[in-house]
């Protein structure tokens, strides 16, 4: 059953309602996976509107993503302050100590933490939509060509470092306009077919879905 608009519309503002904000001292970063919910305008939906039972399960991202982002500000505020014109090496050793305060701080960290139970499947089968549709060979194709890795071969880890070997995928427009849009300090990325949730200030995996991507 279609989702009324009201429904979907409570729900969705409770999903993205983490507007990015400027953060003085804030380390540089990636370019957002999308524009701040606050300033970004209205998305179309590639697989069309969700259930309320869909929308509900993504909402139980809400407030760990929440959780999530509270700890990274308070931890990077800790941080000394760059200076306006900072070096690359002050810059990587500032991300490098950021990387350790955050690990350190969730150390018990496992995948589900972010990407909770209820949201996986939903995550999951958006992705078969989209992947499923008319160019959806082309566009894992794509992903694959620049990403050829085997995640478990990397010995990848919820809370680990991403590996400094593996390029940034191209995330095609169609999976952004689909999945629950993030603030600037976490961005979607595929490993091989593995989803990660990366965090762009500290280049640390927050969680993962292996095998996210159709076979």
Known sequence: ????PGVVSLVAAAVLALGACTREGSLPASP??????????????????????????????????KEYVALHIKLER???KLPTEATPE??????????????????????????????RPVIIRLLASVFGGPDGKQLKASIMDENPVDPVA???????RYPDTVPLTTIPPQVLQTLPQLTEDLEYRFIGD???????????IADVIDNALPK
């Open 1 to 4: 059953m279609s989702a009324t």
């Open 32 to 65: 957002a996976t999308s524009e701040s919910p606050e300033d970004a305008p209205p998305t179309e939906r590639v697989v069309g509107p969700l259930s309320p039972a869909d929308a509900q399960a993504l909402a139980t991202m809400n407030d760990r993503l």
């Open 78 to 80: 800790s941080l000394p």
């Open 90 to 119: 002050q810059i990587d050793k500032n991300q490098r100590a950021f990387e350790r305060l955050l690990r350190e701080a969730r150390a018990t960290a496992k995948p589900g933490d972010i990407f909770t139970p209820q949201a």
């Open 154 to 160: 990397l010995k990848l880890t919820v809370n680990g």
């Open 194 to 204: 593995w989803l990660i949730l990366l965090d762009t200030h500290a280049h640390v």
